[in-house]
């Protein structure tokens, strides 16, 4: 094959950020989320299980779709003001006079000199405020009556990325603002919040307002299919001039258990091996060694934050005898991916621990679901169900805890350090064998 253009191996392979040249058509994700984004009005929530590609899917959709669009990175304690604002700041560069002029009179000029007032209104406040170390306010003008003013005159629509991570009164005041969008749609079409987040956003957005029902388009994210997944090595392939034989990809493919992220991980950490940085000359094909060199790699790197996970659940408070975060999660491994209500996984805990409360139970299922303790499970409300909120965890939990087992029995002592590289080498091992 005749190479033509250059690509540099970090830009092909993507694990910490949204993919472009690997980007992989999900069609049946592709056809709702492009007919909720072709229809005047419609508000949308894209939501789905951590990792399983929303921002990649909205970035290069709205890339070929939108004109243009703004995107706010939400963060648990931001307030609807500071939401407001960001939005308002992240508008600047569409009402700069000089681009502005460029543009054949796109932005008319009394909405622009709007912006602007504003704009200079809010200078001269923080040069006040800087004095006093107070938090930015939002000015009465900037109404979201106005904001939307402002994202419709510049065919913008506004991404509200992590959605879920902002607290439930600020998410009231957004879904009100999502109504005034709907309602001002007829004068700008293309105006919208696109809002993205865990499972249960979409529920979170609709049940602040029965109204909002058929003007939020809900568009479910599911895990990427092997075929999916197989089309990054396969796209990478092309891009840098190497062959991964048959059996290394379907190894490369079942190790990533429908998480994108693993397999640009693994194809970068092969391309490390093998010396490849960027587009290469000559072909080269890449054996069993290379893929072996690429999961030590990963071992290496994944074991510190798979081990810092692990620990914070595992936790405990002087003199505790029960280890909550093992009892919980041993439990929890008896169900499937799906997971288990509540009353299921206490009865699986009675069956060794009689005397297990559902309070207790109730209390630390909430912690574990917190970054304090890793947020090693989640909760759908949909399905009233518990799960590991990664597989990675739940195959990672299920190694730790046959290897915790074995090294009990072996030494016959109750408390064992179990080794995180080790757990992850013995679960790449069964992954890759069955
Ligand atoms: N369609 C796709 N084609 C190729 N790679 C993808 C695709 N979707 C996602 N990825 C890759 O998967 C990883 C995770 O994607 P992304 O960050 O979009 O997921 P997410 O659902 O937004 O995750 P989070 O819940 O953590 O925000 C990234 O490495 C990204 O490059
Ligand atoms: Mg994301």
Redesign the pocket.
């Known amino acids: 094959m005749t190479v033509t253009r250059s690509y540099e191996v970090q830009d092909v392979?993507?694990?910490?950020?949204?993919?472009?040249s690997?980007?992989?058509?999900?069609q049946s994700v592709n056809d709702r989320l492009v007919a909720a984004l072709e229809t005047p009005g419609k508000q949308i929530v894209v939501y789905?299980?951590?990792?399983?590609?929303?921002?990649?899917?909205?970035?290069?959709k709205l890339h070929q779709l939108y004109e243009n669009h703004i995107t706010t990175r939400c963060y648990s304690g931001l307030t609807f003001e500071q939401l407001m604002l960001d939005a308002f700041d992240r508008l600047a560069p569409f009402y700069d006079s000089e681009r502005t002029h460029t543009k054949t009179n796109k932005v008319s000029s009394s909405i622009q000199m709007n912006y602007l007032g504003i704009k200079g209104q809010m200078a001269g406040d923080s040069a006040r405020q800087d004095q006093t170390k107070q938090l930015r306010v939002l000015p009465p003008q900037l109404t979201p009556q106005n904001l939307a003013i402002f994202l419709g005159e510049t065919h913008c629509c506004w991404v509200l990325?992590?959605f879920h991570k902002i607290d439930s009164r600020e998410k009231v005041k957004m879904a009100q603002v999502m109504k005034l969008f709907v309602d001002m749609a007829d004068t700008y079409p293309e105006l919208r919040i696109i809002a993205?987040?865990?499972v249960d956003t979409a529920r979170q957005v609709i049940q602040f307002d029965r109204e909002m029902d058929n003007r939020v388009s809900e568009v479910f994210?599911p895990l990427?299919t092997e075929a999916?997944i197989r089309?990054?090595p396969d796209?990478g392939e092309k891009l840098l001039n190497f062959s991964l034989p048959p059996a290394i990809k379907n190894q490369v493919v079942r190790f990533s258990d429908g998480?994108?992220?693993i397999?640009?991980?693994l194809c970068l950490n092969i391309c490390f091996a093998a010396e490849i940085r960027r587009t290469i000359e000559a072909n080269i094909e890449i054996n069993q060694d290379v893929l072996d060199k690429a999961l030590e790699l990963y071992v290496e790197e994944s074991a510190d934050t798979l081990k810092g996970a692990f620990d914070q659940a595992f936790r405990q408070s002087h003199g505790q005898t029960l280890n909550d975060g093992k009892v919980i999660l041993r439990a929890l491994l008896k169900y499937n991916q799906e997971g288990a209500t509540k009353e299921e996984i206490l009865a699986k805990i009675k069956r060794k621990q009689p005397e297990y409360k559902m309070p207790t139970l109730t209390n630390f299922l909430r912690h574990l679901q917190s970054p304090d303790r890793g947020e090693l499970i989640r909760y759908d409300p949909a399905s009233a169900r518990y799960s590991f909120s990664e597989n990675i965890y739940r195959a990672y939990a299920a190694t730790y805890f046959e290897r915790e087992q074995q090294k009990e029995t072996r030494a016959q002592k109750t408390t064992v350090n179990v080794d995180a590289e080790d757990v992850l080498r013995h679960l790449i091992r069964d992954t890759l064998a069955h």
Not at 48 to 60: E, F, R
């Open positions: 392979f993507t694990p910490t950020r949204p993919a472009r690997t980007f992989v058509e999900r789905g299980y951590s990792g399983c590609g929303k921002t990649t899917l909205l970035v290069n990325d992590d993205i987040g865990a994210v990427m999916e089309e990054i796209q998480l994108a992220s397999c640009h991980q």
